[in-house]
């Protein structure tokens, strides 16, 4: 499930004091962070643990300032001074052809609250931490589209002005280790929906389609390594998603019209694979993301500076034509089928099947067991019916541990509450074959949701030997090496729930220090960039994203995800590659990114990004026209 997490960002500020203002008691600092009427907060915000957090809450048109720890927010406001002003802030004064001005207080100062009020007023909140009251919307802006900053009194001094940034964030998951059915065999999850689904490894098959300049039809031999793959294969196409791409010059009325064309032309020729219809996803764009790439080091690289109107003026005659070089590599299709393994016995009913099952096992006809236990497995998975397993007949010996492996493993890939169940089963099996490696990696794999979920004691010195061990009985280094970052990631959760910081920092290091050496899929690197970034390390979610965020190939969540970790950053935002990754976005999903721009409290990061000049060029271009 998603949701909601808020982040704080301090400003230095030049606060030219306007009348109101200096009603308020408030004493405005020129240089908050040299001031020494600012060092008492300025050393203890400096020294506060990472994990501390805190935002404003609105309820009922009242504010609270909420905070996951009551002691931290007392010892802060030590002295009857100290204290917390809100600015409201309204997004109608940061429209499209409004000079912002310099001054950082955009809104409307609240009466402060002090120390005595504030510590007083703390009662505990609905999401564990404390909040107390700091103030109420004014009636003249209940029907604006808000923000609040909060600005933070050192005796009467404001020394600290901070934003709330509303991120987006998920649960996130152990890197997907496998589990040993036939093979082996992932568990994934869509990111936003965060369903179940049974994938092997080689589910998804990725083709990219040249096309030539204003054709819409494809060159055979281009397409001949897609047909051959599917004709080899023993597998049904589930889905196509077909992304379209025009190269940027020309108009885009005709580029449009041009991708379309050619998304259509290439679902019409799949679909004469098979029947039924296959789901179609297409989509469409200018490749602005791959121009933008591939200019940035040569003659043109100052086209990067221009906004796209500009840009496209610019690459007609001579121009275009010395472009070509790149611009006939941005005509094309990208091509992700995602395929499901053919169900030989499909039209049977799960009655038959188990009887046809329980005989083949009397025959001793494994092999062919294992087959009809697929089938048995993608009924029972849609019916969701898995007490139908205890109807499957197979006797506890060792020639059938294949088969007896599978249907433990099966509970557990259905619901990981049966993990104590099948960890038991698992161990029965395992004193038939003592040194079956399936056998031994899946009591690992199953061992780790029990405990991180608490559901039985786990001496963490003896299951990282247990993890280690397995490259003695034939397991695969690199699956090994996942193990351990999921060991790690397990331990820092619960040294940071035991507050020994130290130890959780010496786990995240492991985990940055290792996370290279694997290929992630597309849920792995959400979840560790999500688990970075809760423990503080956005630098390093950040590079662990960096290199895919520029790809036109990019998951789409994955991007606003980055986009989430790094917007609020001036100098990312600054840097010449950040507007590329920015029109990756809105040629992925222009709605989605142009709504980052809503308020904090209306599934925005905040409007108040639109401050910075870069930001706020590429959304008015692309946002309000």
């Not at 030049?14 to 050393?43: E, G, H, M, V």
């Not at 039809?217 to 397409?223: A, L």
């Not at 940035?296 to 500076?305: L, T």
Request: one cysteine or more; proline letters at 2%; glycine letters at 4%.
């Amino acid at each position: 499930m998603k949701k909601i997490t808020f982040f704080v960002v301090f400003l230095f500020f030049y606060l030219p004091q306007t009348k109101a203002q200096k009603t308020l008691d408030i004493i405005f600092s020129q240089n908050p962070s040299q001031d020494s009427r600012c060092n008492y907060f300025n050393n203890y915000f400096l020294n506060s643990p990472k994990e501390i957090r805190y935002s404003i809450v609105m309820e009922n048109e009242k504010l609270y300032f909420e905070v996951t720890n009551k002691s931290w927010a007392i010892h802060l406001f030590k002295n009857t001074g100290d204290g917390i002003a809100i600015d409201i802030v309204s997004k109608s004064s940061y429209n499209c052809g409004i000079d912002m001005g310099k001054s950082q207080i955009k809104g409307t100062i609240l009466k402060p609250v002090y120390a005595k009020q504030l510590v007083r007023g703390f009662k505990p909140s609905r999401g564990g931490g404390f909040r107390t009251l700091v103030g109420a919307i004014p009636q003249n802006l209940k029907h604006e589209e808000l923000e609040f900053n909060i600005l933070f009194l050192n005796n009467k001094v404001l020394c600290r002005q901070q934003k709330i940034y509303n991120l987006e964030s998920y649960p996130w998951e152990l890197l997907d280790m496998g589990v040993y059915l036939d093979s082996l065999t992932y568990k994934s999850k869509e990111i936003r929906t965060v369903k179940d689904k049974f994938i092997t490894k080689y589910k998804k098959l990725k083709f990219i389609i040249p096309f030539q300049k204003n054709k819409s039809e494809y060159i055979p031999e281009d397409i001949k390594p897609l047909y051959d793959s599917l004709r080899l294969t023993d597998f049904n196409i589930k889905k196509i998603n077909i992304k379209a791409y025009s190269s940027i010059e020309g108009s885009l009325e005709r580029n449009l019209e041009l991708q379309k064309q050619r998304a259509h032309t290439i679902a019409k020729s799949l679909k004469s694979f098979q029947k039924p219809d296959i789901v179609t996803n297409i989509s469409s764009s200018e490749n602005w993301v791959e121009f933008l790439n591939d200019i940035s080091k040569g003659k043109y690289k100052d086209f990067k500076k221009l906004n796209k109107k500009q840009i496209k003026h610019k690459v007609i005659g001579v121009v275009s034509k010395e472009l070509e070089m790149f611009l006939k590599n941005h005509r094309k299709a990208v091509i992700i089928l995602e395929l499901e393994k053919k169900n030989k016995y499909g039209e049977m009913t799960t009655g038959n099947l188990i009887s046809k099952f329980n005989k083949l096992v009397k025959e001793d006809n494994i092999e062919e067991a294992l087959v009809i236990q697929n089938s048995i497995f993608m009924k029972l998975r849609e019916e969701k019916s898995p007490n139908k397993l205890r109807r499957l007949i197979v006797p506890k010996q060792i020639k059938f541990i294949p088969v007896l492996n599978k249907n433990s493993i099966f509970k557990y890939l259905l619901n990981l509450s049966y993990s104590k169940i099948v960890f038991d089963e698992l161990k029965k099996l395992e004193k038939l074959d003592s040194k079956n490696k399936r056998i031994k990696y899946n009591l690992v794999v199953v061992k780790f949701i029990i405990w991180r979920n608490n559901w039985e004691g786990i001496n963490e010195e003896d299951f990282e030997k247990e993890i280690n061990l397995l490259k003695k009985h034939g397991i695969k280094q690199n699956l090994i090496d996942r193990m351990l970052v999921n060991f790690h990631i397990v331990k820092a959760e619960k040294n940071m729930k035991a507050g020994k910081y130290d130890e959780k920092d010496d786990s995240v290091e492991f985990i940055i220090d290792s996370y290279e050496n694997f290929n992630f899929s597309n849920y792995d690197y959400l979840s560790l960039a999500q688990f970075l970034t809760y423990y503080s390390n956005i630098d390093d979610a950040t590079d662990l994203l960096d290199d895919k965020v520029r790809m036109i190939t990019i998951d789409e969540n994955l991007l606003f995800y980055y986009l989430n970790l790094t917007i609020t950053n001036k100098y990312n935002v600054a840097s010449q590659n950040y507007r590329t990754i920015m029109l990756n976005a809105i040629n992925m999903n222009k709605e989605r990114f142009c709504k980052l721009f809503n308020s904090s409290l209306e599934k925005g990061v905040t409007f108040q990004l639109l401050e910075n000049e870069y930001l706020r060029k590429t959304y008015c271009e692309n946002c309000k026209n």
